[in-house]
T-cell receptor
């Protein structure tokens, strides 16, 4: 089956620094990748939709200047949390679509970010 | 607005059967997913229903009624490892995934 990886799996950083999270589709090309955030005991919240070679589409309420998304190739998308604050501490999950249908969505294992 | 409703938490006994319900109101419908999510991990795919009826896959079955905006996930012969959150998600007419808040299932011996 299709595999999506994320790196790092967990990261601790100091307030004010920036953190980059990578999402890779290992055995397929992903024209579209999604970035989600999940706070404890809550469901996934879609942050943005990332298409290869174009600007990401951010959901309402998500600051695009704070959460920088780059989808440079068909197998790699990155999310950079700039000037991180403790309230940005969360579980960040990416997913990728193998074909054109959202039903073929595969999730990465997630990245646990803790900002101190 | 669009919303997905599921119970927040359910408790069941090992070896028993449990049904987790999901009702939805979305702008259009292009399918419904059920995912399982263990604490601290990403969701894993369980089922995808786009037509009415019951689909069985081993111990897990998923049912859909589009006219009622209703689905359920049925888990049989419960095992301790089934303790997890179960997420219902609907694909709307814009092919966006609308997520429910999840149902935390607690299995007791």
């Amino acid at each position: 089956g299709a595999v999506v990886s994320q790196h790092p799996s967990w990261v601790i950083c100091k307030s004010g620094t920036s953190v980059k999270i990578e999402c890779r589709s290992l055995d397929f090309q992903a024209t579209t990748m999604f970035w989600y955030r999940q706070f404890p005991k809550q469901s996934l919240m879609l942050m943005a939709t990332s298409n290869e070679g174009s600007k990401a589409t951010y959901e309402q309420g998500v600051e695009k200047d704070k959460f920088l998304i780059n989808h440079a190739s068909l197998t790699l998308s990155t999310l950079t949390v700039t000037s991180a604050h403790p309230e940005d501490s969360s579980f960040y999950i990416c997913s990728a679509i193998a074909g054109l249908e959202v039903s073929e969505q595969y999730f990465g294992p997630g990245t646990r970010l803790t900002v101190t | 607005g669009q919303n997905i409703d599921q119970p927040t938490e359910m408790t069941a006994t090992e070896g028993a059967i449990v049904q987790i319900n999901c009702t939805y109101q979305t702008s259009g419908f292009n399918g419904l997913f059920w995912y399982q999510q263990h604490a601290g991990e990403a969701p894993t795919f369980l089922s995808y229903n786009v037509l009415d009826g019951l689909e069985e896959k081993g111990r897990f079955s998923s049912f859909l009624s589009r006219s009622k905006g209703y689905s359920y996930l049925l888990l049989k012969e419960l095992q301790m490892k089934d303790s997890a959150s179960y997420l219902c998600a609907v694909v709307n007419s814009n092919y966006q995934l609308i997520w429910g808040a999840g149902t935390k299932l607690i299995i007791k011996p």
